[in-house]
């Protein structure tokens, strides 16, 4: 496994992407993992490296694995005019849960899976077996993030078919260093819980805690990987050990789950970051993301603030007379104006491009740094209409208290600083923020 540095060169802007892609795309290897920062192109990247093959095999046969709908229409976008050049060229589009689940891969001379990470997690049931089904000469895995434990993952799966992958690696810092990435700031704004949400945050934070240390008495520190069906035989194993029934372990483990859901709930829909994104939204008029978790708290938003507008899992795809979904109106909305403030709960990260947006408000978060870096991106991708783009992240972020004397812990803050491992940050107050965005 190597790094590539990418050449050095005295070409800027779109002319230093352009040659890097190709330096990229020159490499001989059959199989390449290519980690570029988000904004970069890989999709771009993807079909130089289809083009540089079928000038060599013009009736190439690829497959291209995505996680999502939304980047299978980007992808069918770019790649629309490939077939003036290429006319023998066959290309088949796979959404990975379809291509898993139902078992259709054949076999293809070249197998694009993009945001490979999503296929590299050893405990997701379906979507791990990606590679193990698939049939291919050449492959080339695209993504902005790998963890170390997925890239040996794929190492793995790679190695059970006798080939060898090399990583390809075009850093943030990079982008930065040479001007393709704009200057960003990141903030921590620290906020209070009410009286009665700081009361249900200990209420389950003491249950989450007291179920938690009875089961690492005997070594189990994940206990949510012991609830579903298929870990009957593990909860067995725990039951025995605690010499306990299985429906007693049963019933200590839902109530140590809803423990955590609960405390997580208070957390994420807490007043204050409602009436911070309120306070920020009022003094800004452009272009707007907000990252939440839950639909309770985007509902409530955009109720309130009549500029914002909701995006997420449970819109509609299917299409109108127009040929547009609920998602491509919403989209639209926010594109031309009407509605600037794009409120997403999970659903607005990977192969969205939004050059014309640097501002993102995270009300919500998990301790995974690939969440991070996929809402940075949204908001640091090179605009070639502004140059002097200034992007800036707002993290809203619930911090530890008092009460009674007794200090509590805040889990947002663990995670918080756990996804920006890397990443330079200040911490400032609202006020602070407000008066920086006007």
């Known amino acids: 496994m190597i790094t590539y540095k990418p050449p050095e060169s005295n070409l800027t802007g779109i002319e230093l992407k352009n040659y890097v892609q190709d330096d990229f795309v020159s490499k001989t290897e059959p199989n390449k993992i290519a980690e570029f920062y988000t904004g970069f192109g890989k999709t771009i990247t993807g079909i130089k490296q289809i083009k540089k093959l079928a000038s060599i095999k013009?009736?190439?046969?690829?497959?291209?694995?995505?996680?999502?709908?939304?980047?299978?229409?980007?992808?069918?976008?770019?790649?629309?005019?490939?077939?003036?050049?290429?006319?023998?060229?066959?290309?088949?589009?796979?959404?990975?849960?379809?291509?898993?689940?139902?078992?259709?891969?054949?076999?293809?001379?070249?197998?694009?899976?993009?945001?490979?990470?999503?296929?590299?997690?050893?405990?997701?049931?379906?979507?791990?077996?990606?590679?193990?089904?698939?049939?291919?000469?050449?492959?080339?895995?695209?993504?902005?993030?790998?963890?170390?434990?997925?890239?040996?993952?794929?190492?793995?799966?790679?190695?059970?078919k006798n080939?060898?992958?090399?990583?390809?690696?075009?850093?943030?810092?990079?982008?930065?260093?040479?001007?393709?990435?704009?200057?960003?700031?990141?903030?921590n704004i620290p906020l209070e819980l009410t009286l009665r949400e700081k009361n249900a945050y200990i209420q389950a934070q003491d249950i989450h805690k007291k179920y938690s240390a009875y089961f690492a008495a005997v070594k189990v520190y994940s206990p949510y990987d012991y609830?579903?069906?298929?870990?009957?035989?593990?909860?067995?194993?725990?039951?025995?050990?605690?010499?306990?029934?299985?429906?007693?372990?049963?019933?200590?483990?839902?109530?140590?789950?809803?423990?955590?859901?609960?405390?997580?709930?208070?957390?994420?829909?807490?007043?204050?970051?409602?009436?911070?994104?309120?306070?920020?939204?009022?003094?800004?008029?452009?272009?707007?993301?907000?990252?939440?978790?839950?639909?309770?708290?985007?509902?409530?938003?955009?109720?309130?603030?009549?500029?914002?507008?909701?995006?997420?899992?449970?819109?509609?795809i299917r299409k109108d007379k127009d040929g547009k979904t609920e998602k491509d109106k919403v989209l639209e909305s926010f594109y031309n104006n009407q509605k600037p403030f794009l409120v997403s709960i999970d659903?607005?990260?990977e192969g969205f491009d939004i050059k014309s947006c640097q501002i993102a408000l995270r009300v919500a978060f998990t301790s995974n740094d690939l969440d991070l870096v996929q809402q940075l991106g949204r908001v640091i991708r090179f605009d070639e209409e502004n140059p002097n783009k200034a992007p800036i992240m707002a993290n809203f972020v619930i911090a530890s208290f008092t009460l009674g004397g007794q200090l509590i812990e805040s889990q947002e803050e663990v995670w918080l600083q756990n996804s920006l491992k890397n990443q330079i940050y200040e911490v400032i107050t609202l006020e602070q923020l407000i008066e920086q965005l006007k």
């Open 58 to 160: 013009p009736n190439l046969k690829v497959h291209i694995v995505l996680p999502k709908q939304h980047l299978l229409n980007s992808w069918l976008q770019q790649l629309s005019a490939i077939y003036q050049d290429y006319p023998f060229l066959q290309i088949e589009y796979f959404i990975i849960n379809s291509y898993t689940m139902n078992n259709k891969a054949s076999h293809c001379d070249l197998l694009i899976i993009d945001e490979v990470h999503r296929a590299l997690n050893d405990d997701s049931e379906y979507f791990s077996t990606t590679i193990e089904q698939s049939s291919f000469d050449y492959s080339l895995f695209l993504t902005a993030t790998l963890k170390e434990e997925y890239e040996k993952f794929l190492i793995k799966e790679l190695a059970k």
């Open 163 to 187: 080939k060898d992958v090399v990583k390809y690696q075009v850093s943030l810092y990079w982008g930065f260093k040479n001007g393709l990435v704009p200057p960003t700031k990141i903030y």
């Open 227 to 316: 609830i579903g069906k298929q870990h009957e035989s593990k909860r067995k194993w725990l039951a025995k050990e605690l010499d306990q029934q299985e429906g007693a372990i049963f019933g200590m483990l839902l109530k140590w789950n809803k423990a955590l859901t609960e405390r997580k709930q208070i957390i994420q829909n807490a007043q204050s970051k409602y009436e911070a994104t309120i306070k920020v939204l009022e003094v800004l008029n452009e272009r707007v993301l907000v990252f939440c978790k839950t639909i309770d708290f985007a509902d409530k938003l955009v109720k309130d603030n009549p500029r914002s507008i909701a995006y997420h899992s449970k819109l509609s």
């Open 347 to 349: 659903s607005l990260k």
